[in-house]
């Protein structure tokens, strides 16, 4: 564990040593020794579901399949804050085992360290702004917006004209 400062607030970093499937006696030792509550806890994880180098803020939630999430949920309930880190999905279930064990490609990894480097410059608005600030900004980046398209009355149709 280290203290780190972060614009002002001071902030506790965990890495458990402990395997990933008991991750969640270090969280919760931690917790309980320095009286944080789980609503003050963000836990960084990898996450299957999300294309490779996205990130998402989330606050509570299942474990949805993470056996690690899954006993952090089981040491300090579900209303902690979740930094999900996209690893993508290898395809089929049989490689799922293999591809969150083995270290992800130079592309890859390129791109997940680009998107730890965009959750860190947000983590100064989550702390001074809340969590909704903080997850429209993160989770806004790259996306480039629509052309305002115009709204269409019906002289404006396109559609066949009745016979």
Known sequence: MCRVDVEGHELRLLKPT?????????????????????????????DLDLPVGTVRIKRGGGAGGHNGLRDVITHLGKEFFRLRVGIGHPGQ???VIDHVLERANRDDEAKILEALGDALDVLPILLGHGDQKAMHKLHSRGVVPRPHRKQRGPAEDDSEPEA
């Open 93 to 95: 279930s049989e490689d």
């Open 18 to 46: 402990t395997f990933m499937n008991g991750s969640g006696i270090s969280v919760q030792a931690m917790s309980s020794y320095l009286h944080i509550r789980p609503e003050q806890i963000l836990v960084v994880h990898d």
